[in-house]
């Protein structure tokens, strides 16, 4: 019976910050004995195709283009990876895929793509210049303008596609940059707090890493609102997270109006919420570049029969729990602000100042659900 080949691991590695990025594969490159690196170049899709490479540490292995899929310059780069990574496992001679992603594709994505094929995924890593953290994050621009759109179709702006790259992944790869001060590193650490950063000059560290095991069910759950573990409170060099909770619900058309003032409070924020005239619906909150997005995530554990529990999966069960509330169960207001300058009592002010007042509360719940409907366009109702 013939061996089979050695087992091939895939780390992902993405970043907008393209340098960094680079730097990061090169030194996984030079670190891990037997290791590729796959990059597909979607700034060619305008053309119609996809450029894919493939290197070592020595150089350029392979080149060739993918057409496009759809007119989807994501879905071509999927078309083509997961054959290329197999044709990489088949033949045995390589350790360590380094999935090198285009600016603004996300990783969890690729990763939920490549672990689906049964590929292992060891590890994601978002690559970081400190000193681009918060011109990024405070970027409102879309994609398309910034010429870094996978598609015609994409709305993307560049602060909300660096906040889900950057929180996704539980490895930053951190370059040196002198340029980057202590308000830089501070905000780098309340953005994501669990992550391990891992300065690129060390690439025994990185290589480790990069071999540690990534757990793809275990991430999704961490970036779901209803059982993401949000940062804690903080105040750093200048940088501030704010953590605030509430278990009374919002007024529909006053947080509606004051939406502008708490979205520019801070350079990200994100959490969950529930409005008076939608109180079985759990709420997700992910603002940052000055712009928010407000999505159903669908009912409140509380406003389901018992029976349906059991398809609950246990972290979100364990995540209600820590919010659950007597008479409103886990149906809360969860919502964190980071950023340099923070206001606390400013925003505290306007967020209390839309919560139902006592009147408002004691009329009971169908009195609630006849409230305005202000957020029907934001949630395209």
């Given at each position: 019976?013939?061996?089979?080949?050695?087992?091939?691991?895939?780390?992902?590695?993405?970043?907008?910050?393209?340098?960094?990025?680079?730097?990061?594969?090169?030194?996984?490159?030079?670190?891990?004995?037997?290791?590729?690196?796959?990059?597909?170049?979607?700034?060619?899709?305008v053309q119609g195709t996809v450029t894919r490479t493939v290197r070592d540490h020595t150089g350029l292995l392979s080149s060739g283009d993918a057409p496009l899929v759809n007119d989807c310059a994501c879905c071509a780069l999927r078309e083509d990876l997961v054959p290329e990574l197999e044709r990489l496992a088949d033949s045995g001679l390589t350790r360590l895929a380094v999935v090198e992603l285009w600016d603004s594709v996300e990783p969890k994505a690729m990763a939920e793509v490549v672990a689906a094929s049964g590929l292992t995924v060891s590890s994601v890593i978002t690559?970081?210049?400190?000193?681009?953290?918060?011109?990024?994050?405070?970027?409102?621009?879309?994609?398309?303008?910034?010429?870094?759109?996978?598609?015609?179709?994409?709305?993307?702006?560049?602060?909300?596609?660096?906040?889900?790259?950057?929180?996704?992944?539980?490895?930053?790869?951190?370059?040196?940059?002198?340029?980057?001060?202590?308000?830089?590193?501070?905000?780098?650490?309340?953005?994501?707090?669990?992550?391990?950063?891992?300065?690129?000059?060390?690439?025994?560290?990185?290589?480790?890493?990069?071999?540690?095991?990534?757990?793809?069910?275990?991430?999704?759950?961490?970036?779901?609102?209803?059982?993401?573990?949000?940062?804690?409170?903080?105040?750093?060099?200048?940088?501030?997270?704010?953590?605030?909770?509430?278990?009374?619900?919002?007024?529909?058309?006053?947080?509606?109006?004051?939406?502008?003032?708490?979205?520019?409070?801070?350079?990200?924020?994100?959490?969950?919420?529930?409005?008076?005239?939608?109180?079985?619906?759990?709420?997700?909150?992910?603002?940052?570049?000055?712009?928010?997005?407000?999505?159903?995530?669908?009912?409140?554990?509380?406003?389901?029969?018992?029976?349906?529990?059991?398809?609950?999966?246990?972290?979100?069960?364990?995540?209600?729990?820590?919010?659950?509330?007597?008479?409103?169960?886990?149906?809360?207001?969860?919502?964190?602000?980071?950023?340099?300058?923070?206001?606390?009592?400013?925003?505290?002010?306007?967020?209390?100042?839309?919560?139902?007042?006592?009147?408002?509360?004691?009329?009971?719940?169908?009195?609630?659900?006849?409230?305005?409907?202000?957020?029907?366009?934001?949630?395209?109702?």
């Amino acid at each position: 019976m013939a061996a089979e080949p050695p087992k091939l691991f895939v780390a992902i590695v993405g970043g907008l910050h393209s340098d960094a990025r680079k730097a990061a594969v090169d030194r996984l490159l030079a670190s891990v004995p037997d290791s590729v690196a796959l990059h597909h170049d979607l700034a060619t899709a305008v053309q119609g195709t996809v450029t894919r490479t493939v290197r070592d540490h020595t150089g350029l292995l392979s080149s060739g283009d993918a057409p496009l899929v759809n007119d989807c310059a994501c879905c071509a780069l999927r078309e083509d990876l997961v054959p290329e990574l197999e044709r990489l496992a088949d033949s045995g001679l390589t350790r360590l895929a380094v999935v090198e992603l285009w600016d603004s594709v996300e990783p969890k994505a690729m990763a939920e793509v490549v672990a689906a094929s049964g590929l292992t995924v060891s590890s994601v890593i978002t690559a970081v210049d400190p000193a681009l953290l918060l011109p990024y994050l405070a970027n409102g621009d879309d994609l398309i303008e910034a010429g870094l759109a996978a598609a015609t179709t994409d709305q993307r702006t560049v602060a909300d596609t660096w906040a889900r790259q950057l929180e996704y992944a539980p490895v930053l790869a951190v370059i040196e940059n002198d340029e980057a001060d202590a308000e830089d590193r501070a905000l780098l650490a309340q953005l994501h707090p669990t992550a391990r950063q891992i300065p690129v000059e060390r690439g025994a560290d990185l290589a480790a890493a990069a071999l540690a095991g990534f757990d793809v069910e275990a991430a999704a759950a961490a970036q779901h609102p209803a059982c993401a573990l949000l940062p804690q409170e903080a105040d750093d060099a200048g940088v501030g997270t704010y953590v605030w909770h509430a278990h009374r619900p919002f007024h529909p058309e006053r947080l509606y109006q004051a939406l502008e003032d708490l979205t520019c409070a801070a350079a990200r924020s994100r959490g969950r919420f529930w409005l008076a005239d939608r109180p079985d619906t759990l709420l997700a909150w992910d603002a940052a570049g000055g712009a928010l997005c407000v999505e159903n995530a669908g009912p409140w554990l509380a406003s389901l029969p018992d029976a349906a529990w059991e398809m609950v999966p246990p972290v979100r069960r364990a995540a209600a729990a820590l919010d659950w509330h007597p008479e409103h169960g886990d149906c809360c207001q969860h919502l964190v602000f980071t950023s340099p300058g923070l206001d606390r009592d400013g925003l505290s002010q306007v967020l209390e100042s839309c919560l139902l007042t006592d009147a408002e509360y004691a009329a009971g719940r169908d009195a609630w659900k006849r409230l305005p409907p202000a957020f029907d366009t934001l949630l395209e109702v």
